[in-house]
């Protein structure tokens, strides 16, 4: 076991695991936190499932030599497409001890917590709701919830041209959700399965029907990255902790850094990063 603690890594495959980031940053402020964004690939929900377990691999990868013992997937496409194979394939040979975590696991735990009806709605990428990460996860904890998927295609480029808060987002943000109660309207909790879609919360709670649950992944993911370095306190202690956080992007740093402002809720400076 390496003596030198190292910060957390998280990965997204542009600026959406900063809104993650930013929840674990205020649950767990003392820790140091290496954050990438594969902008120059992004987007990766239309992408394959080969392709996305290709670039998320030697993203971890790239972690891993950067010294993270412990690296999030603060990407759903990335979790939903890539994390197990990482997991149970490569993690084995690369290193055994070290780790990589998702963000749909936690969520899938509680989502079933909040429902009174018994039915919840999905609201991710395309290539997150072909995946069925959700309906199969939470099925392993909550047998009788029933699932409903949409997959709302148009969201996160709203988001990152800066028209999620424009009367222009309504028509999309309308659209998805008519769509999704129309398969039931007796959906009381809406999971929000794309970091990006946090900055969307406001105009989605305003046209979900009165009383719905909206529930973003940053805080759920933060209190249960929490309790695994409780549990685990041999990969706690090779946490480094000065309270700092780094920035890299794959693409512009000027982009990123005009962005990221927006996810992050600060702003920050990155640092350019070539991927081979």
């Known amino acids: 076991m390496s003596s030198v603690q190292q910060p957390i890594g998280v990965f997204d495959s542009g600026y959406g695991g900063l809104t993650i980031l930013k929840e674990l940053v205020k649950t767990l402020p003392e820790y140091d936190y290496l954050y990438m964004g594969d902008n120059a690939r992004a987007p990766y929900g239309p992408r394959s499932f080969d392709t996305v ?15 993270c013992e412990l690296v999030v997937l603060a990407c759903n496409t990335a979790s939903a497409k890539a994390l197990r194979t990482v997991q ?11 780790r990589v975590l998702g963000v749909i696991r936690p969520t899938t735990e509680v989502i079933g917590q909040y429902s009174k009806s018994g039915s919840v709605g999905i ?8 995946s069925e990460s959700y ?27 800066h028209e999620y808060d424009k009367p222009g987002a309504d028509y999309f943000i309308q659209q998805h959700l008519d769509r999704l109660f129309r398969q039931a309207p007796d959906i009381d909790t809406l999971l929000l399965a794309c970091t990006h879609y946090p900055l ?3 105009k989605i709670q305003a046209f979900a029907p009165a009383g719905t649950i909206v529930l973003s992944q940053g805080m ?6 929490k309790e695994y370095l409780h549990r685990h306190p041999e990969m706690e202690q090779r946490c480094s902790k000065q309270g700092t956080q780094t920035f890299y992007t794959t693409d512009s740093v000027v982009d990123f850094d005009n ?8 702003k920050l400076r990155s640092k350019h990063l070539e991927l081979l």
Do not use: R
């Not at 993690?91 to 070290?98: E, M, V, W, Y």
């Not at 029933?146 to 041209?161: D, F, R, S």
């Not at 759920?220 to 990255?225: D, N, P």
């Open 53 to 67: 377990y290709h670039y998320t691999l030697q993203c971890v990868q790239w972690f891993f030599d950067q010294g």
């Open 123 to 130: 609201l991710g990428t395309t290539g997150t709701v072909i």
């Open 135 to 161: 309906p199969i996860e939470i099925a392993k904890f909550f047998p009788s919830l029933k699932v409903y998927q949409e997959a709302c295609p148009m969201w996160v480029p709203l988001v990152e041209n």
């Open 259 to 266: 962005h990221a402002s927006i996810f992050f809720g600060e």
């Open 88 to 98: 149970q394939k490569d993690l084995p040979k690369i290193d055994s001890k070290k």
């Open 200 to 202: 969307l919360l406001e």
């Open 220 to 225: 759920i993911v933060a209190a249960s990255l």
